[in-house]
């Protein structure tokens, strides 16, 4: 079974672009969740969607923003990018409704804002 | 407003000793609790889980204590390897279904051979 895809796993950035990010997730898992990991600052949640729907939202600006799609793919979208944006995005899976207890993740997509 | 906290950023032990990682939290609606590891270039992977109704679980190397009075618990690695040099997140969710994970600031161990 293949595991939680992202891509792009590397981009460069200026402030000021957007950005997209993709997640696979595992067949047949149905959630999707994202985080933003920075030094010092662990795994900050972002949002978490199921069957297409944001189920869960954390505190972040709404440059951030994120859809899915019907086959579970997920996208991930920061406009306008600050340095501050700089980051490893990662993604991850989890079978059946919000709030399973294990997540699957992805390797990830760092990106970095100049 | 950290709600999971792992006070200590980095951990050096001697490969055979035991590594304890601790990690304090403050939401007390926070009822399940689970300790994730990440190498480099990769994404964490689950480790172990204890649920809020029990004060000990053990699998293998790894025991998770869990003192609910303190707000605290902690991941015991017995004996530790080299292999076991990784980022080391303690994260927790509350009752409600849908509660989002919350994950601490991580601990980075290294195992010295």
């Known amino acids: 079974k293949a595991g939680v895809t992202q891509t792009p796993r590397y981009l460069i950035k200026t402030r000021g672009q957007q950005v997209t990010l993709s997640c696979s997730p595992i067949?047949?898992?149905?959630?999707v969740s994202w985080y933003q990991q920075t030094p010092g600052q662990g795994l900050q949640f972002l949002f978490e969607y199921f069957s297409e729907t944001q189920r869960n939202k954390g505190n972040f600006p709404g440059r951030f923003s994120g859809r899915q799609f019907s086959n579970s793919r997920s996208e991930m979208n920061v406009s306008t990018l600050e340095l501050g944006d700089s980051a490893l995005y990662l993604c991850?899976?989890?079978?059946?409704?919000?709030?399973?207890?294990?997540?699957?993740f992805g390797a990830g997509s760092r990106l970095t804002v100049l | 407003d950290q709600q999971v906290k792992q006070n200590s950023p980095s951990l050096s032990v001697q490969e055979g000793r035991i590594s304890i990682l601790n990690c304090d939290y403050t939401?007390?609606?926070?009822?399940?609790f689970l300790w994730y590891k990440k190498y480099p270039a990769e994404g964490p992977t689950f480790l172990i889980s204890i649920s809020s109704i029990k004060d000990k679980n053990e699998d293998g190397r790894f025991t998770v204590f869990l003192n609910k009075s303190a707000k605290h618990l902690s991941l015991h690695i017995v004996p530790s390897q080299p292999g076991d040099s990784a980022v080391y997140f303690c994260?927790?969710?509350?009752?409600?279904?849908?509660?989002?994970?919350?994950f601490g600031t991580g601990t980075r161990l290294a195992v010295r051979p």
């Open positions: 939401n007390s609606m926070f009822d399940y």
């Open positions: 994260a927790a969710r509350g009752r409600s279904s849908g509660d989002k994970l919350t």
């Open positions: 991850a899976s989890s079978e059946g409704a919000p709030g399973a207890n294990v997540l699957t």
């Open positions: 067949s047949g898992h149905r959630s």
